[in-house]
C-alpha cells in the first residue's frame, strides 16, 4: 500500500510545472545569470556590508564581463523605543531598507525595480561598549538578510528572462 502510495504521489508531482530554481547546479542558467552581475560600492558601513554580503551570494569572483549591473541605495535608521521615567532609552530599533535596481548593462533597461527592508530590536544596557557591539551585530545580520532577499528576488528575475 506504501508503495502504491508514494507511486501515486510521484506521479501527482511529475505533473506539476515546478522545476529547481538552481538547476544544473554551478553551470545552470540561473547561477551563470548570478555570477554576471556587477554590483557598484554602496555608501557607508551597512552598503559595505551588504556589498559584501551580495557578492558572496552572487558568485561573481573572478568574472570580469558583467552582463548586469545591480544599483542599491540604503536607508539604515537607529531609533530609540522606550524611554524609563528618568528619560533614558532602554530598547532601540535599527531599521535597514534596500531599494534597488537590476540594469542590463548593454541596454541600460531596468529589469527590477524593487525593495526591502527589515529591522531588529536592541536592548540598551548599562555598559556603552556593549550596545554598540549590539548596534554593529544587528546592522551585520540585517545586512545579510537584506543580501539573501535582493540575490533570490534577482534569481527569479533571471529564471524568468
Same mark, same amino acid.
Given at each position: ?29 540561473? /547561477? ?65 531598507? /534596500? ?5 542590463? /548593462? ?25 550596545? &554598540? ?16 532577499? &535582493? ?11
Amino acid at each position: 500500500m506504501r508503495i502504491l502510495l508514494a507511486l501515486a504521489s510521484s506521479l501527482a508531482l511529475s505533473a506539476c510545472s515546478l522545476s529547481p530554481m538552481y538547476a544544473g547546479g554551478g553551470s545552470g542558467e540561473v /547561477a551563470q545569470g548570478l555570477a554576471a552581475v556587477d554590483v557598484p560600492p554602496i555608501e557607508g558601513k551597512a552598503g559595505w556590508l551588504v556589498r559584501n554580503a551580495l557578492n558572496d551570494r552572487l558568485g561573481a569572483a573572478g568574472v570580469t564581463d558583467f552582463r548586469y549591473r545591480l544599483d542599491v541605495r540604503l536607508d539604515d535608521s537607529l531609533e530609540g523605543l522606550a524611554v524609563l521615567a528618568d528619560d533614558t532609552v532602554s530598547r532601540e530599533r535599527r531599521t535597514l531598507r /534596500a531599494r534597488y535596481q537590476l540594469v542590463d /548593462a548593454s541596454t541600460g533597461e531596468i529589469l527590477l525595480d524593487a525593495t526591502e527592508g527589515t529591522d531588529a530590536g536592541i536592548d540598551v544596557v548599562s555598559s556603552e561598549y556593549a550596545t &554598540i557591539a549590539a548596534e554593529n551585530t544587528a546592522l551585520e545580520n540585517l545586512s545579510r538578510e537584506i543580501a539573501d532577499r &535582493i540575490v533570490t528576488r534577482v534569481a527569479l528575475t533571471l529564471r524568468n528572462r
